[in-house]
């Protein structure tokens, strides 16, 4: 008999009735994280038709994509970029309260952005399904859980019921032989997938992370990996847990109290030495260089070192124009006005700390302005507890409070049109940051090295000052 | 939920490909807590410049009453979770998307929403995209789309396919499971 896929064992654990021609599966949810901007609507149709949340235990809220990352004023006001964003949040606020849900609000310590909480809360577990109305969801199959982002009618279809219709993906492994080299991160990774990939190569399947590269991977940059997932067209990444998985879930506060016996469980999930994938791919990790992308898509990705890729057809060229940029310029060359490190896909610890070691001791150049935002509070307040505050702010750098920020630019926080951002987030989308704004994604390393040089720059040029 | 069986409707036609949900609605404008309203916010940046001013653009075609089907560029709607998205579209006028690909979350977003997408190969696209502003007839009953001599077959999830058709509520068939769920968690330890 055929073995089965880390995928497949998931699936099958949360399948409450299997999908058939005129069907879809129905799979049970473990884990259903909300925020204001996707759950006000699904709360409206829970409202029309007298329905109750079934499982508010299982369901977490935060406050992430709206929030201000300024402090309050000297009379407690939050500088909120609109009063509608303001509305959103004490929407969520009367929906958490009137269904008895559980809201990490913008005085809990435990508050941050929704893909950094539900992991540091412990609440992730391997083998579950953990759905979200964000299509970032894919950060918690790191855990080896089953995560995928979904639209609002389904946040109601999960809000009431628990499950959620899905019909089964097919699965595509992504295996790194050999392992990376020093000054490339998860995030680089990430971006060599894409480029391999292309925007739509991982739509309609679960991506399985595999190899010595992954498993070299700490919590942190396993879930900036998976993170990634959907801008290759993939609702869902997923890597095996192993031991650095449950030492890092080990004492959070919502992990299983029955410990060993969830260990025992969570180590039966990887994928069978002769399952099969419906697809397969193999990256050389030793090759991969520190990666940015060039154009408006997150695939258009190359190393650092390289030249700007010529433009092939219409839609190639219509975004070198966006981005102000010629075929067979230096990637170095170009200039950069400002740099933002977080998102849930670099907001963690371990990005604070590579950009602090990029920064100790040095200035960001006089013509960028760099907002540094850690993910979530906790981050925060290990940033603080390390010093690394203290670094950015010498070097030049805003420290903010946590939240989505310049990622979405829904609060406020976001630049000017024409300029050049280097931003360690997910999206380089045409007026993500700001409208006429031109994004570049690269690692916090590569982000933080741009900064210091005030241009495009190779992390691996710069030299660390203990 | 809004049935969907039949529509004839003109193309309006947009070669641009992997248009992202943010293209479709940009963010700033998602800080609403309602469903409707959202038609002036659909490809906003492509129909007006940062100080308001029209901008000339073929999206600017859509008419419900005439135009009502676009015809898009390879993996429409990719990106962004954002219903949003197929709610704008619906509300500008666009009853159905035409293309070779679509974004998962967005595909299946636009199929709760009476919004059709429809796949189609390589060359019955790039016939549409040569001549914009074709009569055409998008058939689910049958699952194919009519033009000039052309009879092209779709094909739609079938459960999504009865829920358009019928114009009845995924939500209610998912209630009726409620006493399967209730037994899955309790066989599972996850009872609350």
Same mark, same amino acid.
């Given at each position: 008999?055929?073995?089965?896929?880390?995928?497949?064992?998931?699936?099958?654990?949360?399948?409450?009735?299997?999908?058939?021609?005129?069907?879809?599966?129905?799979?049970?949810?473990?884990?259903?994280?909300?925020?204001?901007?996707?759950?006000?609507?699904?709360?409206?149709?829970?409202?029309?038709?007298?329905?109750?949340?079934?499982?508010?235990?299982?369901?977490?809220?935060?406050?992430?994509?709206?929030?201000?990352?300024?402090?309050?004023?000297?009379?407690?006001?939050?500088?909120?970029?609109?009063?509608?964003?303001?509305?959103?949040?004490?929407?969520?606020?009367? *929906?958490?309260?009137?269904?008895?849900?559980?809201?990490?609000?913008?005085?809990?310590?435990?508050?941050?952005?929704?893909?950094?909480?539900?992991?540091?809360?412990?609440?992730?577990?391997?083998?579950?399904?953990?759905?979200?109305?964000?299509?970032?969801?894919?950060?918690?199959?790191?855990?080896?859980?089953?995560?995928?982002?979904?639209?609002?009618?389904?946040?109601?279809?999960?809000?009431?019921?628990?499950?959620?219709?899905?019909?089964?993906?097919?699965?595509?492994?992504?295996?790194?032989?050999?392992?990376?080299?020093?000054?490339?991160?998860?995030?680089?990774?990430?971006?060599?997938?894409?480029?391999?990939?292309?925007?739509?190569?991982?739509?309609?399947?679960?991506?399985?992370?595999?190899?010595?590269?992954?498993?070299?991977?700490?919590?942190?940059?396993?879930?900036?990996?998976? *993170?990634?997932?959907?801008?290759?067209?993939?609702?869902?990444?997923?890597?095996?847990?192993?031991?650095?998985?449950?030492?890092?879930?080990?004492?959070?506060?919502?992990?299983?109290?029955?410990?060993?016996?969830?260990?025992?469980?969570?180590?039966?999930?990887?994928?069978?030495?002769?399952?099969?994938?419906?697809?397969?791919?193999?990256?050389?990790?030793?090759?991969?260089?520190?990666?940015?992308?060039?154009?408006?898509?997150?695939?258009?990705?190359?190393?650092?070192?390289?030249?700007?890729?010529?433009?092939?057809?219409?839609?190639?060229?219509?975004?070198?124009?966006?981005?102000?940029?010629?075929?067979?310029?230096?990637?170095?060359?170009?200039?950069?006005?400002?740099?933002?490190?977080?998102?849930?896909?670099?907001?963690?610890?371990?990005?604070?700390?590579?950009?602090?070691?990029?920064?100790?001791?040095?200035?960001?150049?006089?013509?960028?302005?760099?907002?540094?935002?850690?993910?979530?509070?906790?981050?925060?307040?290990?940033?603080?507890?390390?010093?690394?505050?203290?670094?950015?702010?010498?070097?030049?750098?805003?420290?903010?409070?946590?939240?989505?920020?310049?990622?979405?630019?829904?609060?406020?926080?976001?630049?000017?049109?024409?300029?050049?951002?280097?931003?360690?987030?997910?999206?380089?989308?045409?007026?993500?940051?700001?409208?006429?704004?031109?994004?570049?994604?690269?690692?916090?390393?590569?982000?933080?090295?741009?900064?210091?040089?005030?241009?495009?720059?190779?992390?691996?040029?710069?030299?660390?000052?203990? | 939920?809004?049935?969907?069986?039949?529509?004839?409707?003109?193309?309006?036609?947009?070669?641009?490909?992997?248009?992202?949900?943010?293209?479709?609605?940009?963010?700033?404008?998602?800080?609403?807590?309602?469903?409707?309203?959202?038609?002036?916010?659909?490809?906003?940046?492509?129909?007006?410049?940062?100080?308001? *001013?029209?901008?000339?653009?073929?999206?600017?075609?859509?008419?419900?009453?005439?135009?009502?089907?676009?015809?898009?560029?390879?993996?429409?709607?990719?990106?962004?979770?954002?219903?949003?998205?197929?709610?704008?579209?619906?509300?500008?006028?666009?009853?159905?998307?035409?293309?070779?690909?679509?974004?998962?979350?967005?595909?299946?977003?636009?199929?709760?929403?009476?919004?059709?997408?429809?796949?189609?190969?390589?060359?019955?696209?790039?016939?549409?995209?040569?001549?914009?502003?074709?009569?055409?007839?998008?058939?689910?009953?049958?699952?194919?789309?009519?033009?000039? *001599?052309?009879?092209?077959?779709?094909?739609?999830?079938?459960?999504?396919?009865?829920?358009?058709?019928?114009?009845?509520?995924?939500?209610?068939?998912?209630?009726?499971?409620?006493?399967?769920?209730?037994?899955?968690?309790?066989?599972?330890?996850?009872?609350?």
């Amino acid at each position: 008999m055929t073995g089965k896929t880390l995928f497949e064992k998931v699936w099958e654990r949360n399948l409450v009735r299997d999908e058939a021609p005129d069907s879809p599966a129905i799979l049970h949810v473990g884990l259903h994280l909300i925020h204001e901007v996707t759950s006000p609507q699904a709360f409206q149709v829970l409202a029309e038709r007298g329905l109750k949340v079934r499982r508010p235990d299982l369901t977490l809220a935060t406050i992430d994509h709206s929030v201000p990352t300024l402090p309050a004023d000297t009379e407690g006001r939050l500088p909120y970029a609109t009063p509608a964003a303001e509305n959103q949040v004490a929407t969520l606020r009367t *929906n958490c309260s009137v269904h008895g849900i559980e809201l990490l609000d913008l005085d809990d310590p435990r508050r941050g952005i929704v893909h950094m909480v539900g992991p540091e809360l412990g609440r992730t577990h391997p083998g579950s399904v953990v759905v979200c109305g964000d299509s970032h969801t894919s950060t918690h199959g790191a855990f080896g859980a089953l995560a995928f982002g979904i639209g609002t009618t389904e946040v109601g279809h999960v809000l009431a019921s628990q499950a959620l219709f899905q019909r089964k993906p097919k699965t595509l492994r992504v295996m790194f032989k050999g392992e990376t080299a020093p000054g490339v991160t998860a995030k680089d990774m990430a971006l060599a997938v894409i480029a391999r990939l292309g925007m739509d190569g991982g739509t309609g399947y679960v991506l399985e992370y595999a190899g010595d590269a992954v498993r070299a991977l700490s919590m942190e940059g396993r879930m900036t990996l998976c *993170n990634l997932s959907i801008e290759a067209g993939a609702r869902a990444g997923m890597v095996a847990p192993d031991e650095t998985t449950f030492d890092y879930l080990r004492g959070r506060p919502g992990v299983p109290d029955d410990w060993q016996a969830a260990v025992a469980s969570w180590s039966e999930l990887y994928s069978d030495h002769d399952a099969a994938f419906d697809h397969e791919i193999t990256i050389d990790a030793a090759a991969i260089a520190p990666m940015v992308t060039y154009g408006v898509s997150p695939h258009e990705a190359v190393p650092v070192t390289a030249q700007v890729p010529d433009a092939t057809d219409a839609n190639a060229s219509a975004a070198l124009d966006y981005m102000g940029l010629a075929g067979g310029a230096d990637l170095s060359a170009i200039a950069v006005n400002r740099v933002f490190v977080g998102s849930c896909t670099n907001g963690r610890i371990e990005d604070m700390r590579q950009v602090a070691d990029l920064l100790r001791g040095k200035r960001v150049a006089d013509h960028v302005r760099m907002l540094v935002v850690p993910g979530s509070a906790a981050v925060k307040q290990q940033a603080e507890d390390e010093g690394l505050d203290k670094i950015f702010l010498q070097a030049g750098a805003e420290w903010r409070e946590p939240g989505c920020s310049m990622c979405i630019a829904m609060n406020g926080d976001k630049g000017d049109p024409g300029e050049v951002v280097v931003s360690t987030s997910n999206r380089n989308f045409r007026g993500r940051q700001g409208e006429g704004v031109r994004t570049i994604l690269a690692s916090p390393s590569t982000a933080a090295a741009s900064a210091v040089v005030g241009r495009l720059a190779d992390p691996r040029s710069i030299e660390v000052t203990a | 939920m809004k049935p969907f069986g039949q529509v004839t409707s003109k193309t309006v036609a947009v070669p641009t490909t992997n248009v992202d949900t943010d293209q479709i609605i940009p963010a700033r404008f998602l800080t609403t807590t309602d469903r409707d309203g959202l038609g002036d916010a659909a490809f906003r940046d492509w129909r007006f410049d940062q100080d308001g *001013n029209s901008l000339d653009h073929p999206i600017n075609a859509i008419n419900p009453d005439t135009h009502a089907i676009l015809v898009a560029g390879d993996n429409f709607g990719c990106g962004s979770s954002r219903e949003h998205a197929a709610w704008a579209l619906d509300a500008f006028g666009v009853r159905a998307v035409i293309s070779t690909s679509f974004g998962d979350i967005f595909k299946s977003n636009a199929l709760k929403n009476g919004l059709l997408p429809v796949e189609v190969d390589e060359a019955t696209l790039d016939l549409l995209m040569k001549e914009p502003n074709r009569e055409l007839t998008i058939d689910l009953e049958e699952e194919e789309i009519r033009f000039g *001599n052309h009879v092209v077959a779709f094909a739609t999830e079938p459960f999504a396919r009865r829920c358009l058709l019928q114009g009845s509520d995924p939500l209610t068939v998912l209630l009726d499971a409620v006493p399967d769920i209730e037994t899955f968690e309790r066989e599972h330890g996850r009872a609350s």
